[in-house]
């Protein structure tokens, strides 16, 4: 799902994420469990309980997640986001959820910094800001009103290792 692209730059590394199929789901940012409801809504549809097909799929990591945020920096929304396994990537189940959805994301360039540590952790936006210094090094501008984070460990668990990223323009939207 990703391309690995060379880059000189310090402090990031450049990919591609490849075009592909995701389930899903908005996170309810006004409710204290809204990201872990995310997980277990998109959960359910991977499980089988929640697809038109009744079909198990394989866990893929990464779990994506994107925030969308005004000129002031301010999160107007958010959603999470499984891949869908390369075997059913062609023809993946529907939803029978109204809440989760399957969508096909293009290809898209990516900045990506990596970080151990959770969303709740002070340096965590800071690493973002980091990430668009580094950029900026290289004269590289992401699109200002999305981020994203890809989490490669168990969910729920304190520290994380995550990949942020940047996105150079707004084809992922």
């Not at 189940?93 to 910094?113: F, G, H, K, N």
């Not at 800001?129 to 989490?151: S, V």
Request: with cysteine; charged share 25%; proline share 5%.
């Amino acid at each position: 799902m990703f391309q690995k692209v060379e880059s000189s730059g310090c402090g990031f590394e450049e990919r591609i994420i490849l075009r592909a199929n995701w389930t899903v789901t908005d996170i309810d940012l006004k409710s204290p469990n809204g990201y872990r409801e995310a997980y277990f809504r998109l959960h359910g549809y991977r499980s089988g309980a929640m697809n038109d097909r009744g079909l198990e799929m394989d866990m893929a990591v990464p779990v994506m997640k994107k925030w969308w945020m005004d000129e002031d920096g301010n999160i107007l929304s958010a959603t999470m986001s499984f891949y869908i396994p390369a075997d059913v990537q062609s023809n993946p189940p529907a939803s029978t959820d109204e809440q989760l959805r399957v969508e096909q994301w293009d290809e898209a360039t990516i900045y990506i910094r990596a970080y151990g540590g959770s969303r709740h952790d002070p340096e965590h936006l800071k690493q973002f800001d980091l990430l668009k210094i580094a950029l900026a090094k290289q004269n590289l501008t992401p699109y200002p009103y999305m981020r994203m984070t890809a989490g490669f460990t168990k969910p729920f668990n304190g520290r994380q290792r995550r990949e942020l990223i940047l996105v150079d323009n707004a084809s992922m939207i």
